[in-house]
């Protein structure tokens, strides 16, 4: 994302960013690399040239390279290339990419018992990089271990937690289970089948199993908390080495076959992947060829971002989508003042979101939002519960202080967080502390990396409350590409839990609880957007959640990568899946 840039380049930003938006894109074909947006309508570069180095880099470090103990799309993506869950996403450019494929699994599930069951069958010859064989039961041990270990594996989704039959709540997870049975809810009659029980109806469960929580880890390999430094692969490449901080590389699994997987290709033969590397830095390698993959996705820092728009032959090489994501500002319900709704609403009306969107890098980086659901997913309904009057630039607080007098705070301290190493999210903390002083709100900024942002501050309810955490600065992307995805892990009561917990607000409304898992239940898909729409306006009517802008990437193809395509599935960055190396 962007740095902090002077008033005159942000002007230039804004009005490169109408010519990016006016451009006319490919047409769907394996070229077109010269033409602005052109991953976003096609695969740039199409090949299936062998050999090479890929290398990508990140400003910081992973959370985690374990799959069933992480929660960032970018690893998401990444940890694809050695890890296969049951179902995936087919690479294809923006909404195509959205198509959910069997991966691990032969086919899509088979649903009984009115949508509480779902049996997958395996494929058979699948193998991890020992040469061992993946079975069923490797599957439902990397459930286990990734939904019922959160005193060791905090970091993921707990999605399985929530709706699998739990052995009434008695199963303590793989690592304290002394009697080693494991869940009865997840039964492997043979070593092919995997069938899941649950509580419940869950009509896109085949988007649930895409999580890599499903992809298989052997028991008797599994290292807990370290097993994030050699996994076990299932998939084209294997882990050679590992410097904590530094480096990881990956290279071709030699047990990885063509005849059981349809959708990667083994195409370079090494990948490195460079951490904690400075975005300008990464910028300039992508534009030398020295860096093929920004890893985070999160696009070009502001500098950048001004030089590649006001140079025609640069901008042709950029692409700029939405992403299924929100930028956001969570306000903490359990922490005073903010436990009371007035407080709430008077922070809706605060917070200049055109000055916030301005310190994000302009409209080119996300438009206004209103709603929690982003526009593009299945849901999305147009409304404004808070809507801002500005006079000229200045924003009208008058609704603002009306609420905020009836809340009856006065002049009041709380905490802003937000992640140190994305400068452009300090930015836009920074503009909603000097929003709240005009309400007599003062607010302190604290700050702390991606890699411990959910596991030891922001997703800490304990250290909210310690720290008179009141807002909290967010970045949401769907889960999978539903209103559920995208919702549930945000809003649902069950889904908080006390560190990499995701519901920032805390908030936890028994009527919205209901709806999302009623709408879940229903196999009606048009009845289910209807519910998620329901639901986004009950939340902006408990102002927990102040939408910022729906969030625009803006990405710098490097020449030298092939098969390049933007994909929504995984919040519009390129799919990692199959990216060579051009000859």
Wanted: with cysteine.
């Amino acid at each position: 994302m962007r740095r902090s840039v002077p008033v005159a380049a942000v002007a230039a930003i804004t009005s490169a960013g109408l010519l990016l938006a006016g451009c006319s894109g490919g047409k769907g074909s394996s070229e077109g690399s010269g033409e602005a947006n052109a991953a976003t309508k096609g695969i740039v570069n199409a090949s299936d040239a062998k050999g090479g180095t890929v290398t990508y880099a990140i400003s910081d470090a992973p959370e985690s390279f374990d799959p069933g103990n992480t929660y960032y799309a970018f690893i998401y993506n990444f940890s694809r290339l050695y890890a296969r869950p049951l179902t995936t996403f087919k690479p294809g450019p923006g909404p195509k990419g959205n198509e959910l494929v069997p991966d691990l699994a032969e086919s899509m599930g088979k649903p009984s018992d009115g949508g509480k069951t779902w049996t997958y069958k395996i494929r058979k010859g699948v193998k991890y990089d020992d040469g061992s064989e993946v079975t069923a039961q490797d599957v439902k041990y990397a459930v286990e271990r990734s939904n019922f270990a959160r005193d060791t594996l905090s970091l993921g989704p707990n999605y399985f937690q929530q709706f699998l039959k739990d052995n009434d709540g008695g199963y303590k997870g793989p690592y304290k289970d002394k009697s080693k049975a494991g869940l009865k809810s997840i039964e492997t009659p043979d070593e092919q089948t995997v069938v899941f029980h649950l509580k419940k109806p869950f009509a896109e469960f085949d988007y649930l199993v895409s999580a890599p929580q499903t992809a298989p880890v052997p028991q008797a390999k599994d290292k807990g908390a370290d097993y994030t430094k050699s996994v076990l692969s299932t998939g084209s490449y294997k882990f050679e080495s590992y410097e904590e901080g530094k480096k990881l590389t990956l290279v071709r699994n030699p047990q990885w076959s063509a005849k059981t997987d349809p959708l990667r290709k083994q195409l370079p033969d090494k990948i490195v992947l460079n951490l904690k590397v400075a975005q300008s830095t990464i910028d300039k390698d992508l534009k030398s060829g020295n860096t093929l993959v920004d890893l985070a996705g999160r696009g070009v820092d502001g500098q950048t971002q001004a030089q590649l728009l006001t140079d025609p032959k640069e901008k042709a090489n950029t692409d700029n989508t939405l992403g299924q994501r929100l930028v956001y500002t969570a306000l903490n319900t359990k922490v005073k003042p903010f436990d009371n709704i007035e407080c709430r609403k008077a922070v809706q009306y605060a917070i200049d979101k055109k000055a916030v969107q301005t310190s994000l890098g302009g409209p080119i980086r996300g438009e206004l939002a209103s709603t929690v659901l982003p526009t593009d997913i299945d849901g999305y309904q147009k409304y404004d519960l808070y809507p801002q009057k500005y006079d000229g630039d200045k924003l009208d607080l008058a609704e603002a202080k009306k609420h905020w007098d009836k809340c009856g705070a006065g002049k009041t301290t709380t905490t802003i967080l937000a992640r140190n190493d994305r400068q452009d999210e300090v930015d836009a903390a920074t503009t909603v502390i000097d929003s709240l002083k005009k309400i007599g709100v003062t607010a302190k900024i604290q700050s702390y990396p991606t890699s411990k942002y959910f596991s030891d501050y922001a997703g800490v309810p304990k250290f909210n409350k310690k720290n008179n955490v009141g807002l909290i600065m967010m970045q949401w992307g769907s889960d999978f590409p539903t209103g559920y995805g995208y919702l549930q892990q945000i809003l649902n009561g069950k889904a908080i839990s006390q560190s990499g917990n995701t519901n920032l607000s805390e908030l936890d409304d028994p009527e919205i609880n209901k709806l999302l898992d009623s709408a879940i239940a229903n196999t009606d898909k048009a009845a289910r957007e209807k519910a998620y729409a329901e639901i986004d306006k009950k939340t902006m009517e408990q102002a927990a959640i102040v939408p910022l802008t729906y969030f625009k990437v803006l990405m710098y193809r490097s020449p030298k990568a092939t098969n390049l395509v933007s994909t929504s599935a995984f919040s519009g960055q390129y799919d990692y899946l199959n990216i060579g190396v051009k000859k």
